[in-house]
């Protein structure tokens, strides 16, 4: 087992594909710490799995909870082996009927709560002679489309701050960036649009745990609607906005 014995803390693990990285983790023999705010789905995971794991509820939008919570599971556990950020926050919507408040929330959560994070653990991560950062953000950040924000602003800031991180940090400090597109969690089920190429919860996990022993930065899936997204990335910029257009209009009929 490639994880056996190891000290993996899954922030955002209570659904989603936080959840389900716990699941396949905790079936490799990884030794897992749990947090997100709903604390009753973490416990009723922790009790599913097999092996000991260890349960930490915590808002990352609370800067005084993080600090906190840092502090306790780098008192329990001797070695950190890998933190992997999936907390997100998602309410895509129209510029023009955007709630500033839900904005700001998601802000905290989806950014502000991983540079917490991020912040906090460096200090232990760099006393040891390996550890891992795995951030979540989303290939909704490569570009803006009609209907995205603020939730794609909030991942491309993420994705620029794990670009940022890599080359930072010490060379013993593995960083990830995880960029899934569309995967079935309760979060792409308030999409009202057609997503293609949308993936079940446990293949976009077990993606993201084989990407975390490989050599590459970037751990995105899947292949084909990520290429798709990166060559309209690459076009001329009038191009790119015909393109978007059209998107735009095909979704607006669905």
């Not at 990884?30 to 789905?41: D, G, P, Q, Y």
């Not at 993080?66 to 599971?73: A, K």
């Not at 446990?202 to 745990?209: G, V």
């Amino acid at each position: 087992m490639r994880f056996q014995g190891q000290h993996i803390w899954i922030i955002g693990a209570s659904s989603g594909i936080g959840k389900a990285v716990a699941v396949e983790l905790a079936q490799q023999g990884a030794s897992l710490i749990l947090s997100a705010r709903n604390s009753e789905a973490l416990v009723a995971l922790k009790d599913s799995l097999p092996g000991k794991h260890k349960v930490y509820p915590l808002d990352v939008a609370d800067n005084v909870a993080v600090e906190r919570v840092i502090q306790e599971v780098t008192n329990e556990v001797n070695v950190l082996d890998r933190v992997i950020y999936m907390a997100a926050m998602y309410e895509p919507e129209y510029i023009a009927n955007m709630d500033l408040d839900k904005a700001s929330m998601m802000l905290r959560v989806n950014i502000l709560g991983a540079m917490g994070v991020v912040k906090g653990v460096l200090p232990v991560m760099e006393t040891q002679p390996y550890a891992q950062i795995a951030i979540c953000a989303s290939s909704a950040g490569y570009t803006g489309l009609a209907g995205g924000q603020p939730y794609s602003a909030t991942k491309a800031a993420l994705i620029n701050f794990t670009e940022s991180l890599a080359v930072e940090v010490p060379k013993h400090i593995d960083v990830k960036l995880i960029n899934p597109g569309f995967v079935k969690t309760p979060l792409t089920d308030k999409n009202q649009f057609a997503m293609p190429m949308i993936m079940e919860v446990e293949d976009a996990a077990k993606c993201l745990i084989g990407g975390l022993n490989n050599n590459n930065f970037e751990i995105a899936f899947p292949k084909k609607f990520i290429l798709l997204l990166k060559l309209i990335c690459i076009l001329p910029a009038r191009l790119q906005q015909k393109v978007k257009h059209k998107l735009a209009n095909r979704s607006s009929e669905k």
